[in-house]
């Protein structure tokens, strides 16, 4: 059995709302709380990952010794493992320098989009730590990289410092002249006017940003869009003994679309693409792989499963690197 869809205007709306809410909390200091695991034993080999997703939809109840919980879940983000984050998550239109991974490294990464970008903050930083480069985080809850005005679902009203912010990232990231860009996002339904964004509307508004981040010396890649299986704090919760209740089929037709607009975009802007859904989807998309909760909330990727990615990551990278 599973979860019975929403419409896209009440599903963005509620993904967007918890996004603000849980990156306050732990802006205030309240996400660290108790039972958090924030980090997995260790990040899997691809044949690892592969391993666990397979198995994934055999789960049906919750691991004893799940890593974590799911009264907590909306807690493990970024945020916790390196609170200095915080800052680079304003609500304004400017940043401060929002350095990480080796900040005496040579070469330089930009991380740049908006909670879903956040989301791979843990894998990413690791990544260039471990590389020796500077990660420059530039990130906006709520404001996608695609070049196209956006509803603001918690003010309901247009969100009118997307444009500016991201006017200034682009400036930002060509000064900046990074040897390498990755951008993630969420995908939008609805425009500036509160109307629904079309598939064909959402790619020429991507390809636009990838081709705007002007410098020939710049690689970037665009890593996919997740899956929006429900927050673990609700639907698991009410399904602990049958824990597939909150699983989503991977084949549905209304993130194929999206994700083919962004693949399309990529492609004429000779941009790299990373499909994650492999990471966390074999024919259905779970809450739960292997002891780890997946996500912390409708969509978004945990800081422990983020890390426990980090290699795969690592190797989808490489070739930009």
């Avoid at 196209?148 to 003010?155: A, D, K, P, Q, R």
């Avoid at 991201?166 to 993630?184: E, F, Q, T, Y």
């Amino acid at each position: 059995m599973t979860m019975p869809m929403v419409s896209p205007r009440r599903s963005l709306r509620f993904r967007l709302t918890r996004t603000l809410l849980v990156s306050l909390a732990a802006l205030l200091g309240l996400a660290g709380i108790a039972g958090i695991a924030v980090a997995a034993s260790g990040p899997g080999s691809p044949s690892q990952v592969a391993a666990l997703v397979r198995a994934a939809p055999r789960i049906t109840t919750l691991p004893v010794s799940l890593r974590g919980s799911v009264a907590t879940a909306s807690g493990d983000t970024a945020l916790v493992a390196t609170p200095s984050l915080a800052r680079c998550i304003t609500g304004g239109t400017t940043l401060p320098a929002c350095v990480f991974g080796d900040p005496q490294g040579k070469r330089t990464m930009v991380l740049y989009g908006d909670s879903h970008a956040l989301m791979w903050f843990p894998a990413v930083d690791a990544i260039a730590k471990s590389r020796h480069w500077r990660l420059i985080a530039l990130i906006e809850l709520g404001c996608p990289f695609a070049d196209l005005s956006v509803w603001g679902v918690t003010t309901n009203a247009p969100y009118s410092n997307c444009p500016i912010f991201r006017a200034n990232m682009i400036s930002r990231i060509d000064a900046l002249d990074p040897n390498l860009v990755v951008l993630a996002e969420s995908y939008y339904y609805l425009d500036g006017q509160d109307r629904a964004i079309s598939t064909a509307e959402w790619g020429t508004a991507v390809e636009a940003t990838l081709g705007a981040l002007h410098s020939a010396s710049m690689k970037k890649v665009l890593i996919g869009d997740t899956i929006s299986v429900p927050s673990p704090d609700t639907c698991l919760a009410a399904f602990p003994t049958s824990i597939q209740s909150c699983s989503i089929a991977e084949s549905n037709p209304q993130y194929a679309g999206q994700r083919n607009a962004d693949i399309v975009a990529a492609k004429a802007a000779d941009v790299g693409y990373v499909n994650d859904i492999p990471w966390t989807c074999s024919s259905v998309c779970t809450a739960v792989v292997g002891q780890m909760l997946v996500y912390n909330s409708t969509g978004h990727i945990s800081a422990t499963y983020a890390t426990y990615l980090t290699r795969v990551l690592s190797l989808a990278l490489a070739p930009s690197m």
